[in-house]
Antibody, heavy 129, light 107 residues
């Protein structure tokens, strides 16, 4: 069964740090881009960061640049999100998601579209003193 | 960065109704647009990718269309299990971005 399981969430004080993990199983983890997506309480989805299969490319939303670091260990089938200088606005459920690339025809041209087809159940981060 | 705007933010409808949700991008994103469904307390699930392609296992009552800046998600005949929140998401470039969501409620 294809599965993603997040862990590492918890209560942290403002300015503190936390490391989230995502354990992948049931698929060849090293073949996929992976993303972190978060959802603040009662709010919508916000994409946070993603990482290429070999870890050579990483992208972040502006609000976490310089504070969060995404990484992966393909030998352990694991994705990580190291979070520093946490703020109240970072409080959310954090989901990891697999990015699947699908070849599609767009305007008569063969293109690659990225989609998040497998999601974990999420881990909750609370930032409070 | 690309901003995604959905309308309406909430919608009341009845079982059997045809429903359309709109998503607009702040710049052209070609057809790099995905739709997700999220039920309370659950992770999102992919419905549609590349604007109009139905994800495997998703019922055919769901359909998507559009290109450039304007996109729609249509549910042809609402079923009880369709009452949820729907999000569009662009994958034209990073940072990826989601619409604010459309909550579909039972009338």
């Amino acid at each position: 069964e294809v599965q993603l399981v997040e862990s590492g969430g918890g209560l942290v004080q403002p300015g503190g740090s936390l490391r989230l993990s995502c354990a992948a199983s049931g698929f060849t983890f090293s073949s996929y881009w992976m993303s972190w997506v978060r959802q603040a309480p009662g709010k919508g989805l916000e994409w946070v960061a993603n990482i290429k299969q070999d870890g050579s490319e990483k992208y972040y939303v502006d609000s976490v640049k310089g504070r969060f670091t995404i990484s992966r260990d393909n030998a352990k089938n694991s994705l990580y999100l190291q979070m520093y200088s946490l703020k109240a606005v970072d409080a959310a459920v954090y989901y990891c998601a697999r990015e699947l690339v699908r070849g599609v025809m767009i305007r008569d041209k063969y293109s690659y579209s990225y989609l998040m087809d497998v999601w974990g159940k999420g881990t909750t981060v609370t930032v409070s003193s | 960065d690309i901003q995604m705007t959905q309308s309406p933010s909430s919608l009341s409808a009845s079982v059997g109704d045809r429903v359309t949700i709109t998503c607009r991008a702040s710049q052209s994103i070609s057809s790099y647009l995905n739709w997700y469904q999220q039920k309370p307390g659950k992770a999102p699930e992919l419905l549609i990718y590349a604007s109009s392609n139905l994800q495997s296992g998703v019922p055919s009552r769901f359909s998507g269309s559009g290109s450039g800046t304007d996109f729609t998600l249509t549910i042809s005949s609402l079923q009880p299990e369709d009452f949820a929140t729907y999000y569009c998401q662009q994958n034209y470039n990073t940072p990826y971005s989601f619409g604010q969501g459309t909550k579909l409620e039972i009338k």
